[in-house]
């Protein structure tokens, strides 16, 4: 399947959502137009395009200027090896809904996005820390975030 055939489906689905401005090295990147609009996308690329794999889940602090994470998600189609990447925008502080009932591999992706930035996953079965200890305040991946010294510098 095409690009140009992904978008055409992708119109007739979902009209909100749209070819993002912006590809990720290449690969078709589309943008939901809303939380709302995610999970069903998801279900859908997943069930009717065949992306089957979720490749990874990651977010981008655009707070500074304009308070907002944009989060990135991206599928492949093992067989045929396409990729696609689906872009959402989440105002700080962030909460999306969860991948967890079409992706479980979504579980722990969430969890370090959670971790790292603070967005968090409505629907998560078990959203708390990952990589970082419980006494850390903050999300060191956040461009805000100060390191206080610890036991481990």
Request: charged share 30%; with cysteine; proline share 6%.
């Amino acid at each position: 399947m095409t690009d140009d055939e992904v978008l055409a489906k992708l119109a007739a689905t979902f009209p909100k959502a749209d070819k993002a401005e912006t590809q990720i090295k290449g690969i078709l990147t589309l943008r939901a137009a809303s939380g709302d609009d995610l999970v069903a996308l998801a279900r859908w690329l997943k069930d009717k395009l065949g992306f089957d794999y979720l490749d990874m889940i990651t977010a981008v602090d655009h707070v500074a200027e304009r308070k907002a994470f944009e989060l990135v998600y991206c599928f492949t189609q093992l067989p045929a090896g396409q990729r696609v990447a689906l872009k959402l925008e989440t105002p700080d502080p962030g909460s999306v809904p969860s991948l967890t009932a079409v992706f479980p591999s979504a579980d722990w992706q969430e969890r370090e996005v959670f971790d790292l930035f603070g967005v968090r996953f409505q629907g998560h079965p078990d959203l708390r820390k990952i990589l970082t200890p419980d006494f850390l305040e903050g999300h060191p991946l956040r461009k805000d975030y100060v390191h206080a010294k610890d036991r481990f510098d």
